[in-house]
């Protein structure tokens, strides 16, 4: 009986199994394609960094600084975390009283974290 319900589950997951051989199949498939088929011109014009039409200066491996990253990760951070009150938007009204508490709890926590970033400065630009 053990052994006929994990035939029967094992069974469930054949499709997904044939989904990714086939995506993996396609994706090999592409890739020695392009490559078989694409142009094979090799030029110290080809070889050069483009960047936007604009003539490169200097060397690529400058430091950047460190401002614009912590910026880039809080947007994340904060984006993800509006995507969380999606599902409370949508069943609003089947989670009452509890559930309005509580989102007001989580973005009494935001707000905690957003003022906290900005009291130590990491959103200004020097």
Same mark, same amino acid.
């Given at each position: 009986? @053990? ?7 094992? &069974? ?11 995506? %993996? ?8 394609? +392009? ?24 060397? #690529? &491996? ?9 910026? #880039?990760?809080?947007?994340?951070? !904060? ?9 409370? #938007? ?14 007001? +709890?989580? @973005? ?6 957003? !003022?906290? @970033?900005?009291?130590?400065? %990491?959103?200004?630009?020097?």
């Amino acid at each position: 009986m @053990i052994l006929l319900q994990s035939l029967n589950s094992s &069974r469930d997951f054949l499709p997904i199994l044939l989904m990714f051989i086939v995506a %993996a199949g396609f994706v090999s498939f592409v890739m020695v394609v +392009t490559q078989w088929l694409g142009p094979k011109h090799k030029s110290k014009v080809k070889a050069d960094s483009f960047e936007c039409g604009i003539e490169q200066i200097g060397n #690529a &491996r400058s430091p950047f600084s460190i401002k614009y990253f912590l910026v #880039a990760i809080l947007f994340v951070l !904060f984006d993800v975390e509006v995507i969380f009150m999606y599902p409370w #938007a949508v069943n609003f009204k089947s989670l009452g009283a509890i559930g309005m508490f509580e989102m007001f +709890t989580f @973005i009494a926590f935001l707000l905690i974290g957003f !003022f906290y @970033i900005l009291k130590k400065g %990491a959103l200004k630009w020097d």
